[in-house]
């Protein structure tokens, strides 16, 4: 009787995901990426548009920014590494000509924040957060193409950080240094949106994901040095033990200097601390970083996720304290609790994953126009105010989301068959 039923839950489950996996790759390859090849170009000036409203309406007075672009770099490069079509191909080298020939300074190195749609310099500031987009994508595009001036620059990158930007009495990294890698004045910050913190959570979890995948490439003993201080960082200075959410912003000595959390931000670091743990082949560090990846799922599963399916966007003393639903933290928590289904065997949580991928083809997916809406309110409507393209709107959250679902689905039903 046992194995007969174990036999029938097998099936069902196997049934369930590969019925997810047909719905995950129907919004990748006929929803999500055609929008970025398609209404996103920006066929007069090259690369893609500055900002684009929900309704397909640009704004070129609007900046160009180096996060969207690094992104875009990473998201075709990995898409390609995949599925090698030309024509991902020819965006990825689309990118990397714009992130290359227009966003790198050939004075100082590095790149810069932000462009005008002619290529002039609006925002010349090396942001720590923005040079490790640029190796993330560098390090995807050298893995796609075998790029060796990818490797170079992403190399450079790396030294530039290292003797301008990491802070050898402290630790981590400081947040923003002027064009020359001075360090920049006290008010210097991300955006506006951001406290005017030396260090931040934000910053050391994408550089520990551009390490990471810097790694893949040059398995350097300098790159490990500092995988290892970025998971410890993680591990005893910005996650808080007792409440199992990440601080946000810290001061040199890492004292901590804000008192919200995002649960976006704990689902996605839960996975991306587990993959950087993983590519340095350490059991005892592995262990116990899977410990603490389970640990922040299920605050975040216990805390963040609504009664709709859908992952709220910040919370405070244990209370949730902005219930919206943004496109990116979504796109996380699928990853992030399909992780945790993979570390605990916790149905739980794939069964989270399942209803957060509903919420995101019921609400945030938009089949009038292509891609996802930036958020839904808490009446279920999107928030047309917000666009669905600009410096911060881009598709490495929704597009990576989906490559590692439907890799890790892989894997999931190789070991329940």
């Not at 991902?88 to 290359?100: H, N, S």
């Not at 289904?341 to 509903?358: C, E, F, N, P, V």
């Not at 047309?384 to 490559?403: F, G, M, N, Q």
Request: negative net charge.
């Amino acid at each position: 009787m046992h194995s007969n039923s174990t036999s029938s839950h097998n099936t069902n489950l196997h049934a369930l995901l590969t019925l997810l996996k047909e719905r995950v790759c129907n919004q990748l390859y006929s929803h999500i990426l055609p929008f970025w090849y398609g209404p996103a170009l920006d066929r007069e000036h090259g690369g893609w548009v500055a900002w684009l409203s929900n309704n397909l309406h640009p704004d070129h007075a609007k900046p160009k920014g180096l996060i969207i672009n690094t992104r875009l770099l990473w998201t075709f490069s990995a898409v390609y590494r995949t599925t090698p079509q030309p024509l991902y191909k020819q965006m990825a080298e689309r990118a990397f000509d714009i992130v290359l020939n227009r966003f790198w300074d050939n004075q100082y190195g590095g790149a810069f924040w932000q462009l005008d749609r002619l290529g002039n310099v609006l925002d010349g500031s090396k942001k720590t957060y923005g040079q490790a987009f640029c190796i993330y994508a560098l390090a995807e595009f050298e893995r796609a193409f075998g790029s060796q001036l990818a490797h170079t620059r992403a190399l450079e990158l790396f030294d530039l950080l290292e003797a301008h930007a990491h802070d050898p009495a402290h630790d981590g990294y400081i947040e923003v240094c002027n064009r020359d890698w001075t360090e920049a004045e006290s008010g210097a910050r991300l955006s506006e949106k951001d406290m005017a913190e030396k260090k931040s959570m934000n910053c050391h979890l994408h550089m520990l994901e551009a390490l990471t995948n810097l790694y893949r490439v040059w398995p350097d003993a300098r790159v490990e040095t500092r995988l290892r201080e970025l998971l410890d960082l993680f591990e005893n200075r910005i996650l808080d033990r007792a409440t199992c959410h990440l601080n946000h912003f810290f001061d040199e000595m890492w004292r901590v200097r804000s008192d919200t959390y995002t649960f976006g931000h704990d689902i996605e670091a839960s996975w991306l601390l587990c993959e950087a743990a993983e590519i340095l082949s350490d059991e005892a560090l592995v262990t116990r970083t899977r410990a603490i990846a389970l640990r922040m799922a299920e605050t975040t599963l216990n805390e963040g996720v609504a009664s709709d399916g859908g992952l709220c966007y910040a919370g405070k003393a244990g209370k949730v304290i902005d219930p919206g639903k943004e496109w990116w933290p979504q796109a996380e928590a699928l990853v992030g609790f399909i992780n945790g289904y993979q570390l605990s065997g916790d149905a739980r949580y794939l069964g989270t994953a399942l209803k957060i991928w509903d919420f995101i083809e019921a609400h945030l997916v938009d089949q009038t126009n292509g891609e996802w809406f930036w958020r839904i309110g808490e009446d279920g409507k999107p928030d047309h105010t917000l666009p669905k393209v600009s410096e911060w709107k881009d598709p490495y959250h929704a597009v990576r989301a989906c490559l590692e679902t439907l890799h890790r689905l892989k894997a999931i039903t190789v070991g329940s068959t």
